[in-house]
C-alpha cells in the first residue's frame, strides 16, 4: 500500500501545493494554507478513476466517451416546485433534478428553517431525508412541530460520518429523492485523518455528496457555514463543485430575510428573494417594493425613490442621503448598499455639471431594506438624494427617478425603462424623472408625469418642482 501524503490547500482559493508557505502562491492570501492527508491511491482491478472518486465529470452516466454536441439529446431539465414561490423564483423555476445547492447565511438567519419548510412540504410528493449534524433529531422535530409542518412523510437522520450518510440513503426503502444536509462543515469521511470542518474533510464530503446526487438523479441541498467576511466557510473550491450557491441575508434587528443566488448552473444569478420570519417560521412576502420604503406620509428631505432590478422582478427601493459639514481635513464617504467608489465619482460628476460643491461636507448614502443595489440606475435618485439633504429640502412628493449619470454630465438610458414606470405607477407615484431613452409614448400612463431628462442640470431643475 501507498504511503499517505501530505498536503496544504488555500482556505481562500483551493489552490494546494506540497510544502507549507506563509502566502498562496496563486491568490497571495496570507496564513491561509492548512494540511491534510492525501488518500492514497487505489491499485485494484474495481477502484475507480480518481475523477469519479472525487465527483469530476469520468464518474457521470452521460461520460462514455467524445460525443458530437449535435448529437446530444437537448431535452430540458426535470424541475419540481419546492412549493415556497420565493425560493423557486431564485432557483430559476424550481428544484432541478440530481442538482446540488449550497445555502450560505448568518448563524441563526433561517437557512435550516427554510430548509425544513420545503422539505416537509415536498416529502408528500416525493421522498425526503433531512440529515442533521448539529441537532438531534428530537431538536429537529420539535422545530416542525412549533412550526405546524406537516411531518408525516418527512425521514431524518442524526449522522456526520458520510460514508454511513450515502449507505443509509440507498438503503432506505423509499430510497430519498430530495435530501439536506445540515451542515457541510459538521461532515467527514473515514478516508482521511483531518477534523470535521477542516478542508480537505469539506471538499472530500461534498465531492461525495455531488457524486450521489448525479449518480442518483437526488437533488442535494447543503447548509454552509459563513466567515466573518460573509463568505462560505471552507475552501473556494466547495462553490465550484455544486450548481447553485444561495446566500440567505438579513439585517440585525429585522424580520425580513433576503435569498439572492450568486451562482445558478440553471437559471439566473440576479434573482431575489424576499421572507419574513414569523412565529410559524418564514413566510413569503409576496409585494418587496413596499417593505423597502420608509412608509412616511411626508416627504422627507434627503430621500428619493428608484425602481431598480432584481432578475425579472422591479423592485422599489428607497435611498437616503446625510450630507453635513465636515470637521475633518478629508470628509468621509459613506455608502452602504451601493459602492462607494461610484459614489465619489458621482459627487464629482454633481460638482463639475451640477455646480454643487460637496468637498466640505460628509456624505452618508444608504439604501433602504439591507438592499445592495448594483446597477447604475441608482446613480440619478442618489444626486437627487444628495441635493435633497444638501439644501434640506425634499423631493416633490410621490417622485421617482432612474438613470445612469455619465462622467460629462449626460443621463443615460437603463434596461427595462417600461417594466420600471409600471411598477411606480402601480404603487400610486405621480411623478418620474427618466432618461429621455426611456420615456414612453405619449400619454402611455394616465396618472404619472414623465419627465425625460438629457442632462444631469436638467434632473436637477425638475427635482426642484
Not at 462607494?340 to 431594506?369: E, K
Not at 441608482?378 to 462622467?407: C, H, M, N, Q, W
Amino acid at each position: 500500500m501507498a504511503k499517505a501524503k501530505t498536503a496544504y490547500v488555500c482556505s481562500d482559493c483551493g489552490a494546494s501545493t506540497t510544502q507549507w508557505q506563509g502566502q498562496c502562491a496563486d491568490c497571495g492570501a496570507w496564513n491561509t494554507l492548512t494540511s491534510f492527508v492525501v488518500e492514497p491511491a487505489s491499485t485494484s482491478k474495481g477502484a475507480a478513476p480518481a475523477a469519479a472518486r472525487h465527483g469530476g465529470w469520468a464518474g457521470r452516466p452521460d461520460a462514455a466517451g467524445i460525443t458530437a454536441l449535435r448529437d446530444v439529446s437537448q431535452t430540458a431539465e426535470s424541475r419540481t416546485s419546492t412549493t415556497i414561490g420565493e425560493l423557486d423564483r431564485v432557483l430559476g423555476g424550481g428544484l432541478v433534478d440530481g442538482s446540488v445547492v449550497l445555502v450560505g447565511g448568518d448563524p441563526g438567519i433561517g437557512k435550516s428553517t427554510l430548509l425544513l419548510q420545503a422539505l416537509a412540504q415536498m416529502a408528500a410528493q416525493r421522498p425526503a431525508l433531512y440529515v442533521t449534524g448539529e441537532e438531534s433529531l428530537a431538536q429537529v422535530a420539535g422545530r416542525a412541530q412549533r412550526l405546524g409542518l406537516p411531518i408525516d412523510n418527512l425521514h431524518a437522520l442524526a449522522e456526520t460520518c458520510v460514508e454511513k450518510i450515502l449507505a443509509q440513503a440507498a438503503s432506505a426503502k423509499p430510497a430519498p429523492r430530495l435530501l439536506v444536509a445540515d451542515s457541510i462543515q459538521t461532515l467527514w469521511s473515514e478516508l482521511l485523518t483531518a477534523a470535521p470542518g477542516s478542508v480537505s474533510q469539506v471538499r472530500e464530503s461534498a465531492a461525495r455528496l455531488v457524486r450521489f446526487a448525479k449518480e442518483t438523479g437526488t437533488s442535494v441541498f447543503l447548509v454552509g457555514h459563513v466567515t466573518k467576511e460573509g463568505g462560505i466557510a471552507g475552501p473556494r473550491v466547495l462553490e465550484h463543485m455544486v450548481d447553485a450557491v444561495l446566500y440567505f441575508e438579513g439585517e440585525s434587528g429585522s424580520r425580513f430575510r433576503v435569498l439572492r443566488a450568486f451562482k445558478n448552473r440553471f437559471g439566473a444569478v440576479n434573482e431575489l428573494g424576499v421572507f419574513a420570519m414569523g412565529d410559524k417560521g418564514l413566510r413569503e412576502v409576496p409585494n418587496p417594493s413596499a417593505i423597502f420604503l420608509s412608509g412616511s406620509s411626508t416627504a422627507q428631505p434627503g430621500s428619493a425613490v428608484m425602481v431598480t432590478r432584481e432578475g425579472t422582478r422591479p423592485l422599489m427601493v428607497e435611498v437616503q442621503a446625510l450630507v453635513d459639514a465636515s470637521p475633518l481635513s478629508n470628509p468621509r464617504r459613506v455608502a452602504l448598499g451601493l459602492e462607494q467608489n461610484r459614489l465619489a465619482m458621482l459627487l464629482a460628476v454633481l460638482h463639475r455639471h451640477g455646480g454643487v460643491v460637496t468637498g466640505d461636507q460628509d456624505v452618508f448614502v444608504n439604501v433602504v431594506g439591507g438592499i445592495r443595489v448594483q446597477e447604475t440606475a441608482a446613480d440619478l435618485p442618489v444626486l437627487l438624494a444628495v441635493l435633497s439633504s444638501l439644501r434640506d429640502r425634499p423631493l416633490p412628493e410621490k417622485t421617482i427617478a432612474f438613470g445612469e449619470v455619465g462622467l460629462s454630465g449626460e443621463i443615460r438610458p437603463v434596461p427595462n425603462g417600461e417594466e420600471r414606470l409600471k411598477e411606480a405607477a402601480t404603487h400610486g407615484f405621480r411623478r418620474a424623472i427618466v432618461p429621455r431613452a426611456n420615456a414612453p409614448k405619449k400619454g402611455a400612463y394616465k396618472d404619472l408625469e414623465v419627465i425625460a431628462v438629457e442632462r444631469l442640470s436638467e434632473a436637477l431643475d425638475a427635482a426642484a418642482g
